[in-house]
């Protein structure tokens, strides 16, 4: 049986540079991550941002792979910003139909928000979701499904048949710190770890999967002409992944009012004050924290890939 086909990414945004780290370290030292016999492919996904420090030159790398903006870039790649392109040459290169075609994708990424390590799954794909529940159960981090996002689309990771993220932090941008590095490091073990359990039968997946689904996404208070008119209350900064009560402290203005959480009990903020994120007007992001039972569908869905199945063909 050949071998699953793992595509591990940093510098997705060229500012995070801990995972970027991580890959120029292990590259030097091959036993440094244990990949349980997977083939792996390494990139960097924006290596014309990490020159330059930056998050990106022309847009969000890892808001370019929407399939309709991928076929216009195809189709007219005279037209296209740099990461549009960039986006087509990851996939024709590591895409499941590429050059050096891959099967899953782990993006490595940090955060500057004080959301500790976790996990980010996007909508609510088999594979995706045994891969998380075997991670989270071997290492307890959190779980973020994204979905139902308009505004946010076209992450890397869904043009593979199975991918997810890792997340660490927080690390302020452009900041290497050894411990954000081992993080990273360990949470891409436990993904190699995961993979090779499935495969022997040893998987012992949990009984269920711990989550927070995105509801949406709240901006700071602006005035009219578009500034922030107030700032993250200091009682709701760093309190990621606590739940709020309508009426909790949530802004706070430049006269030192308070402009409390207008919402239902119990919703859980998380990315508050992400650096990364006021380009995008987003303060804060509130899920639902929801517990799903484990499904046979997810599990025989990675153990399908994983063997080189899919429909009952050979996807390799």
Not at 2 to 8: G, H, K
């Amino acid at each position: 049986m050949a071998s699953p086909r793992v595509l591990v990414v940093a510098g997705t945004h060229g500012n995070e540079v801990n995972g970027l780290w991580l890959l120029d370290q292990w590259a030097a030292r091959h036993d440094m991550v244990d990949t349980f016999g997977c083939v792996v492919q390494t990139a960097i996904g924006n290596p014309e941002a990490r020159a330059k420090g930056r998050r990106y030159c022309d847009r969000d790398l890892n808001r370019s792979f929407r399939p309709d903006l991928l076929q216009q870039s195809a189709a007219h790649p005279d037209q296209s910003d740099r990461e549009m392109l960039r986006a087509l040459e990851l996939l024709r290169q590591f895409g499941p139909e590429g050059r050096t075609p891959c099967d899953l994708v782990v993006d490595l990424h940090s955060t500057t928000s004080a959301m500790g390590n976790c996990l980010v799954v996007y909508g609510r794909r088999p594979a995706d979701l045994a891969l998380a529940a075997l991670i989270q159960s071997s290492l307890g981090l959190q779980v973020y499904l994204h979905e139902a996002d308009s505004a946010q689309q076209g992450f890397m990771v869904e043009r593979w048949p199975c991918g997810l993220v890792i997340e660490v932090g927080p690390v302020p941008q452009g900041v290497r710190r050894h411990d954000i590095v081992q993080q990273s490091q360990l949470a891409l073990q436990a993904v190699f770890q995961a993979i090779a359990d499935v495969l022997s039968g040893a998987a012992r997946y949990p009984s269920q999967l711990l989550l927070h689904r995105h509801l949406r996404s709240l901006d700071l208070p602006r005035n009219n002409a578009g500034e922030a008119a107030a700032l993250v209350h200091p009682l709701r900064q760093d309190r990621d992944w606590i739940p709020l009560r309508c009426g909790d402290p949530l802004f706070v203005d430049a006269h030192g009012k308070t402009l409390a959480f207008e919402g239902p009990d119990g919703v859980v903020p998380v990315f508050i004050n992400e650096a990364a994120y006021a380009e995008k007007a987003i303060a804060l992001s509130l899920t639902s924290r929801e517990q799903w039972p484990l499904s046979e569908t997810w599990t025989e869905a990675l153990a399908l890939l994983l063997m080189g199945i899919s429909e009952g063909s050979r996807c390799r």
